[in-house]
């Protein structure tokens, strides 16, 4: 039983508060009760009733005197008095019946029962114990005082409470607080719970505290306990007073204080056992971080920490990235990496410092492409290379990728890894920087075609469609790539293309969309790649084109720092692998500044950059990254240099040269001859990886006639055509069409029939009204002789 419960048994009924209307109502009652069993005493004696009436009223006196003898034997008087006034009336009322039963029997005059059951009735009606015992006797104005205070007696105390009592009594910090309802746990023991009791409309004071009743008791001061009655005011106290409890559960916590340091002890020599414990305590268990998850296995090793998780069979699983870093004791988000293995399996990587905050420079090998036409880009956290695919041997097409990423994410530093490993591996490589050559103008010279701003990229743009239609033209009909054959795979790169895409030019905003998704769908086939870098993947940014977004997806994508969620989301769309869990790249990273350095004021505030950072997507796998470092010495690249140049320069055939036009031709002739190696002679057929790493053919050889031969020539030639524009020169008019709609229907057509017949309602047919109004300028012109509402036939 609870303090409180002690406090509302024990508690007298006498102090519970009844408002004054409701003590009037059971006067009232109760007065009325006493008439009419004062009546019955009289008249039911004499009464012809069944003799078990009469014996049920002696019963219920007898019973009643059974148990207020047996509430006597104790030693609170509030109790005795109250048993006392609740047995008054029946015992009266037993006695006046009682005697108007003997009167034959004594053969006494009948007027002496009647008169003490008037008495009895007479005496009862005023007083009205029964209220009195309810404690009613401050709500009846008209009902007198029983009894005054009590004086208190000094005298020995002869139980358990009274020396409690007496203790209270004779403490100067009570005050005028008496002490009820004391219960003793055990009577071997000096544990006990009680109620302060403050007088009526007074109180419990502030300064009868925990201390101060420790003080008087003398007992320690965590041995008591206070706390408020529930259903009472601020005038009763619950107090426990309890050393005996206060010594047990001081050694029972100096015993989990001892188990916690051997076991703290037990984990520092074994960390699986304390890795153990914090996933049952603070992962997998009601309000974890992944309630439900099991730690199936782990590696720990001095810088890394391996765990292998799943989720229950039958269920996927789902684990917060911050909860699970919180739950683990990780500050540093990045420094937590979790791979996907499947709908219900994962695993974790905990670094000791983020592991992509330092990585290496590119090697020849590294960006030599493999004999899966594989290149190295840069490094995962997991210290092994990350690849990708240039050319699929399998499928024999060239590979598309898409890159996102907001301003200073490193995209410009990607394209110089692919920039350079397209050159080494035999690729053409076509460049275009639609910011005017800002973001890459070292790379001018270093490969085939460095296109600048939004004119010579749509420069490039139709050359490069032109070069597609060729080689769809002469590849025999061939369904897929010989990497080794004539032709030179080709890799064209646009970087920041949301300028193009999102021109305000509609013309020149809807031809690149149109021959970038054309190449994407169609040059893979006759080895034409492309590689997209944007900042945004929103349609908008994309010339309204999904296309574009979706086939950008097929080959790699690259998911570097985005300013929003949403691009982050677009770009896992339809390709996440499962259970792939893509976490945020920061903008810096800072070692040592945690909470507590924070609220020392000893974090760092300088953090480290992280361009270059971001996840892979590729193969069916999701890989956190980060591309090599290209250290830049004065403006320049010198490690880029060492890389490229003298190497030899992929480039056109002659036929296909030609096919690009003039642009092609004349493409970054004031910057031909920065290479150290000189002009690069034009790199023809297959690609020997072995022969590509020798030294460098050089094109100073030439006879300067026949360079003079070649200028003239590219002088000569035509820019690579429109292709919208060409498609808009063949496509036939309005007015061609229904007159061809017409031919061979000597009997005419409907008007409705025409518009189907021209494509009205079909992928880049006429609006109804343009064919309306054709029909009825030829009708009015001639041109169409009209049969009857709404046919037409020719002359």
């Known amino acids: 039983m609870t303090t409180t419960d002690v406090v509302k048994t024990d508690a007298a009924a006498s102090e519970r508060g009844l408002t004054r209307r409701t003590a009037r109502r059971l006067a009232w009652a109760e007065r009325a009760v006493y008439g009419a069993a004062g009546t019955w005493a009289v008249v039911g004696p004499q009464m012809d009733v069944p003799w078990w009436a009469h014996g049920a009223s002696l019963a219920t006196g007898a019973l009643t005197g059974v148990v207020l003898w047996s509430r006597s034997d104790t030693d609170d008087w509030t109790r005795r008095i109250a048993s006392s006034l609740r047995s008054l009336p029946v015992l009266g009322w037993t006695a006046a019946y009682t005697g108007g039963l003997l009167a034959p029997v004594f053969d006494y005059p009948n007027g002496w029962p009647m008169l003490g059951a008037a008495a009895w009735t007479a005496v009862m009606i005023p007083m009205t114990p029964w209220t009195r015992s309810k404690g009613l006797k401050r709500a009846v104005d008209n009902l007198p005082v029983l009894a005054g205070e009590p004086e208190v007696v000094d005298a020995e105390p002869v139980s358990f409470a009274d020396h409690m009592r007496a203790l209270w009594s004779q403490s100067k910090a009570t005050g005028d607080t008496t002490l009820e309802g004391i219960r003793q746990y055990d009577p071997s ?17 502030r300064t009868l505290d925990g201390h101060a009743i420790a003080g008087v008791f003398d007992v320690p001061v965590d041995a008591v306990q206070t706390a408020a009655v529930d259903g009472y005011g601020p005038g009763r106290l619950a107090i426990q007073v309890a050393p005996r409890l206060a010594e047990t559960r001081r050694a029972r916590e100096a015993a989990e204080a001892q188990r916690a340091r051997e076991a703290a002890e037990a984990e520092a020599e074994d960390p699986g056992a304390a890795l153990e414990r914090i996933w049952a305590e603070h992962v ?35 684990v917060n990235h911050e909860a699970l870093c919180s739950a683990l004791g990780i500050d540093d988000i990045s420094r937590l990496v979790m791979e996907g293995a499947g709908p219900r399996e994962a695993v974790v990587y905990i670094y000791r410092a983020n592991p992509l905050l330092h990585v290496r420079s590119p090697t020849v090998e590294d960006l030599t492409m493999d004999d899966r036409g594989r290149i190295s880009i840069g490094v995962a956290h997991d210290g092994t290379v990350a690849r ?9 097409r060239a590979q598309h990728g898409i890159t996102a990423g907001t301003t200073g994410a490193g995209k410009s530093g990607l394209m110089r890894i692919l920039g350079a490993a397209q050159r080494i591996s035999g690729v053409i490589s076509w460049m275009a920087d639609v910011q005017g050559g800002m973001s890459m103008p070292e790379m001018e010279g270093r490969i085939d075609w460095m296109a600048k701003g939004p004119g010579e990229t749509m420069q490039q743009l139709r050359a490069l469609h032109a070069v597609k239609e060729y080689r769809e033209a002469h590849s025999r009909g061939r369904g897929d790539f010989d990497f080794h054959g004539e032709w030179c795979l080709i890799q064209w790169t646009g970087d920041e293309i949301n300028r193009l895409l999102s021109s305000l030019d509609k013309e020149v905003r809807s031809e690149a969309a149109w021959m970038i998704g054309d190449l994407q769908k169609t040059g893979q086939k006759v080895g034409i ?24 997806k097929e080959g790699h994508v690259f998911l570097l720092r985005t300013a929003s969620s949403s691009t982050q989301g677009m770009g896992l769309d339809g390709i996440a692998p499962i259970g792939a869990h893509v976490s945020p790249i920061p903008e810096r990273i800072y070692e040592g500044a945690g909470a507590k350095e924070l609220f020392e004021g000893t974090a760092a505030t300088e953090g480290v950059p992280t361009p270059g950072m971001g996840w892979l997507i590729t193969e069916g796998k999701a890989i956190l990254f980060r591309t090599f470092v290209l250290k830049k010495v004065n403006g320049l690249y010198p490690q880029l240099e060492e890389l490229m140049d003298g190497r030899p320069m992929p480039t056109l055939t002659p036929e296909e040269a030609r096919a690009a036009g003039a642009a092609y031709a004349h493409r970054g002739t004031a910057a031909a001859g920065k290479s150290t190696g000189g002009p690069s002679r034009p790199f023809r057929g297959g690609v020997d990886m072995n022969a590509l790493n020798g030294e460098p053919e050089r094109g100073a050889d030439l006879p300067e006639a026949d360079e003079a031969k070649k200028k003239q020539e590219a002088e000569e030639l035509p820019e690579a055509p429109s292709p919208m524009a060409a498609a808009k020169a063949k496509a036939p008019t309005i007015r061609e069409r229904i007159l061809a709609a017409l031919q061979g229907h000597p009997e005419g057509l409907a008007l409705k029939e025409i518009r189907t017949a021209v494509g009205c309602g079909t992928e880049g047919g006429p609006a109804t009204r343009s064919v309306n109004n054709e029909v009825s300028t030829l009708a009015n012109e001639g041109g169409l002789v009209a049969l009857g509402k709404g046919v037409y036939r020719l002359p």
Do not use: M, W
């Not at 006990?192 to 419990?204: C, D, R, S, Y």
């Not at 974890?288 to 296995?297: C, F, M, Q, S, Y």
């Not at 990708?388 to 024999?396: R, S, V």
């Open 529 to 552: 790649g492309v590689d997209l870098a944007v900042q945004s993947l929103h349609l908008k940014e994309l010339g309204d084109n999904h296309e574009i977004r979706e086939k950008g």
């Open 284 to 318: 997998n268990c009601t309000g974890g971080a992944a309630p439900g998850v099991d730690l199936i296995a782990y590696a720990i090793g001095e810088d890394q920490i391996r765990l292998r998780i799943a989720a229950p069979r039958g269920k996927t699983l789902r």
């Open 189 to 205: 023991e000096p544990d006990f719970e009680a109620i302060v009791l403050a007088p009526a409309g007074h109180t419990v004071p």
């Open 388 to 396: 990708i695919q240039l050319f699929n041997f399998d499928t024999g």
